[in-house]
C-alpha cells in the first residue's frame, strides 16, 4: 500500500502534544518526519484493512475470511504443516497445506499459548488496573491545527484523541479517542460508558480549552471498553515451522504507537528473513526472523509498561501550581525518554547471530561484553556527573524508591540489604576462574595479576536476591589472596583495603520476572577493578518467606577486619519532629576514626516539595 494511498485514506499526524487535564501544555514531539514522507499517519483500522485485501486482490493474491481455525498439525515426513479450518458461514471443514504458520491472532493468540508457550498459566495476560474507553466520532469539528494528536493526563486517568481522516470544506474530521482509566472494578456495560467516562472527566478536572471532551463523548455511538493488558517476553516465538508475530509474540502496552509500529516492523523483518536466506528450510527462515526482532520487541515491550512520558505530566500536576505555566524542561524531558522509546537499541542483535535475550544469564554476558555507556560517578555524589542517565532509567523503568536505592549502591549493596531485612547476607561463588590476560591487559603500564570470571549468589536466609555476574582485575596481592581463598563479596573486598572506589553506572532494566538488573563498573586506581552484572529477583526487597530473627554470629577481630570499617551503633532516639536520630562510630585501624551523630528530618523518607529533575552539576 503506497504511502500516498495511506495519507488520502487517513491524517497525517505531524505533532504529538502533552496536556495536564487542566489544558496547562507540557511538551510536544515532532512527528512532521523528512519533509518527503511523513513521520505518522493516523487510519481507521477497518479502513487499513480494507486497503490491504485490496492490494492483495490485485496481486492475485488469496485471502480466506470467515474461517476458525481448529487445529495445527506439523508433519515431519513431508516437511510441511497442516491446518484444519471452520468456515463460520457454513460450517465446512477445510484442510491446508503449506510450509509455515505465522500466529498474528493478537494479545489473546490461541497458536501462542497451544503451540509455543504451551501454558496458559505460565504465560498469562498482565492487567495493569485500567480499563481503556474507546471511540470514534465520524464529524466532529477539528482541533488545534488539525494534525496533532493530544494526550492529556497522567497517571490515574489518561485521555488520548487524534484525527483519523482528513478535515472537510466544514472543517470537520473523523476523531479517534481513548481514556486509559485506573479503577478497581470492571466496568464493561456498555449502557454506562458515557455517564461514567463524564464523571470521570469531571472529577479529574479536565477542561481543555481546544477541544469539548464533553461533546466528544456524548456524540459517540459505540463506546468499546477493554481492560489494558500485556504479555511477558517469551524465551522463543518459533515452534518449527510455527512462529508468531505481532502482539501475539510481544503484546505491549498502547504507548508512543508501539503495537501497530512493532507488527510493521515484522513484516519487514520477515521480508528480509526471506529474501537473504541462505537456507530453503524454513524453520532456519523464522529463527532468523526471530533473531532479527526479538530483542528490540522485547525490550519495548518493557519500556512501554513504565509510560515514561505520562510520568512526566503526572510530575507536572503533582509539583507544578495551576496557576503557573509548566517549565520548558519538562517537554525536553519528554523528548528524550520517547526518543529512547522510539530508537533502536545501538546494540541491538539485529541480523546477528545471537542468541535471543531470554535468560539472566545471557543478559549478563551481553552486558559484559559490549562497550560502556556512561560516564563515571564518583560515589557516594550520585546525582552529579552521569546523574542524567539515572534520571532516564528511573523514568523508563518506573523504579521504586527503593530500587534507585540499589541502582546507585557502590559496594554497600550487601549491608544495604542486611539493614533492610535486619538479617545477614550470605554469599555463595558459583563460579570463580581465571581467564587469560588480553593483549591489551599484557601491555598495560600496570597489568592485572589475573583476570577472574566470576558469578555470586546473594542469599538472605534461603531466599536468593541477587546474581552478581562479574569481570575482576586484580592488581593488588591481598585482594588476589582474598578473591582465591574466601567467599567474599564485592563490598568485604573493598573494605579489606578501605576502598572508596570510582563508580559508574553503564544501564539497567527489567527481568523476565519484573526485577531490576543494573550493569555498572568500580575502579579502584589500579587495585582492583570490576564490571559486574547484577540480575535482582522480583521480589527482592519483598521476600516473604525469610528466616526470622538476626543472626547472633560473634567476628574476629581478623574477620571484622575483612569487613572494613569497625563499626558501632551506641544509641538512637527521636527528634522533636519525630525524626530519627543516631550516634555511632566506626573504627578504620588506625588510618581514620569517626564518632558521628546523625539526625535526620521528620519526614526524610516522606519529602514532597523537592526541586524536580536531578542536578548535572560538575562535582566540586
Not at 510450509?99 to 509455543?116: P, Y
Not at 552486558?367 to 556512561?374: E, F, G, H, N
Not at 525469610?546 to 551506641?570: M, Q
Amino acid at each position: 500500500v503506497s504511502t500516498s494511498t495511506l495519507i488520502e485514506a487517513g491524517a497525517v499526524i505531524t505533532k504529538q502534544s502533552y496536556y495536564c487535564p487542566d489544558g496547562r501544555h507540557v511538551g510536544t514531539l515532532d512527528k512532521s518526519g523528512d519533509g518527503t514522507t511523513p513521520g505518522q499517519i493516523a487510519i481507521d483500522e477497518g479502513k487499513l484493512s480494507d486497503l490491504l485485501l485490496e492490494t492483495a486482490a490485485s496481486k492475485d493474491i488469496e485471502v480466506l475470511m470467515n474461517h476458525h481455525v481448529s487445529a495445527i498439525r506439523q508433519k515431519s515426513s513431508s516437511g510441511t504443516v497442516g491446518v484444519k479450518a471452520k468456515d463460520t458461514l457454513t460450517d465446512d471443514l477445510l484442510v491446508l497445506d503449506g510450509s509455515m504458520v505465522l500466529g498474528a491472532d493478537g494479545i489473546n493468540s490461541k497458536i501462542r499459548r497451544e503451540h509455543v508457550s504451551g501454558s496458559e498459566k505460565r504465560d498469562h495476560r498482565h492487567y495493569h488496573g485500567m480499563t481503556i474507553y474507546r471511540g470514534v466520532v465520524e464529524n466532529f469539528p477539528s482541533f488545534l491545527d488539525g494534525e496533532t494528536m493530544a494526550l492529556a493526563g497522567g497517571f490515574g486517568v489518561i485521555a488520548v484523541v487524534y484525527p483519523i481522516g482528513r478535515p472537510c470544506e466544514k472543517g470537520l474530521q473523523k476523531i479517534d479517542w481513548q481514556f486509559a482509566v485506573a479503577e478497581e472494578e470492571e466496568n464493561f456495560d456498555p449502557s454506562t460508558h458515557c455517564k461514567h467516562i463524564l464523571g470521570v472527566l469531571s472529577a479529574n478536572g479536565y477542561n481543555l480549552d481546544f477541544l469539548d471532551l464533553k461533546s466528544l463523548i456524548t456524540e459517540t455511538t459505540s463506546i468499546r471498553a477493554d481492560r489494558m493488558v500485556d504479555l511477558d517476553p517469551l524465551e522463543t516465538w518459533t515452534n518449527g515451522r510455527i512462529c508468531l508475530t505481532g502482539e501475539a509474540a510481544h503484546g505491549m502496552l498502547p504507548v508512543g504507537d508501539s503495537q501497530t509500529m512493532e507488527g510493521l516492523l515484522d513484516a519487514i523483518a520477515l521480508k528480509e528473513a526471506l529474501e537473504k536466506s541462505k537456507s530453503d528450510a524454513t524453520c532456519d527462515v523464522l529463527k532468523t526472523f526471530e533473531k532479527m526482532r526479538y530483542y528490540d520487541a522485547s525490550l519495548d515491550q518493557s519500556r512501554c509498561r513504565v509510560q515514561p512520558a505520562e510520568r512526566i505530566v503526572q510530575e507536572a500536576m503533582d509539583t507544578i501550581p495551576g496557576t503557573s505555566e509548566v517549565p520548558p524542561e519538562y517537554e525536553q524531558r519528554i523528548r528524550e525518554v520517547m526518543k529512547l522509546l522510539q530508537d533502536a537499541p545501538k546494540n541491538s542483535p539485529k541480523n546477528s547471530e545471537a542468541t535471543p535475550v531470554a535468560s539472566t544469564s545471557t543478559v549478563a554476558q551481553r552486558l559484559l561484553t559490549r562497550q560502556k555507556a556512561a560516564s563515571m560517578v564518583t560515589t557516594p555524589t550520585q546525582t552529579k556527573a552521569g546523574g542524567h542517565l539515572i534520571d532516564q532509567l528511573t523514568d523508563s523503568l518506573q523504579l521504586s524508591p527503593l530500587e534507585r536505592i540499589s541502582l546507585t549502591c557502590a559496594g554497600n549493596l550487601q549491608m544495604v540489604f542486611s539493614s533492610f531485612y535486619m538479617q545477614p547476607v550470605d554469599v555463595s561463588v558459583d563460579l570463580f576462574k581465571e581467564v587469560e590476560l588480553t593483549d591489551e591487559d599484557k601491555n598495560a603500564t600496570k597489568p592485572p595479576l589475573a583476570v577472574y570470571d566470576r558469578v555470586v549468589d546473594m542469599f538472605i536466609g534461603d531466599a536468593m536476591f541477587c546474581k552478581a555476574t562479574s569481570k575482576v582485575k586484580v592488581y593488588d596481592a591481598e585482594l588476589y589472596e582474598a578473591l582465591a581463598t574466601q567467599d567474599v563479596g564485592i563490598g568485604q573486598l573493598l573494605r579489606l583495603r578501605n576502598l572508596g572506589p570510582l563508580f559508574g553506572l553503564h544501564d539497567a532494566g527489567r527481568s523476565n520476572d519484573g526485577g531490576m538488573w543494573r550493569f555498572y563498573s568500580m575502579d579502584c586506581s589500579d587495585i582492583i577493578d570490576f564490571d559486574i552484572v547484577e540480575e535482582f529477583s522480583g521480589d527482592a526487597w519483598n521476600m516473604k518467606q525469610l528466616t526470622s530473627g538476626i543472626s547472633r554470629r560473634h567476628w574476629s577481630a581478623t574477620e571484622a577486619r575483612n569487613l572494613g570499617p569497625l563499626f558501632g551503633l551506641h544509641d538512637a532516639g527521636r527528634s522533636n519532629d519525630g525524626g530519627m536520630w543516631r550516634f555511632y562510630s566506626m573504627d578504620c585501624s588506625d588510618i581514620i576514626d569517626f564518632d558521628i551523630v546523625e539526625e535526620f528530618s521528620g519526614d526524610a523518607w516522606n519529602m514532597k516539595q523537592l526541586t524536580s529533575g536531578i542536578s548535572t552539576e560538575e562535582d566540586v
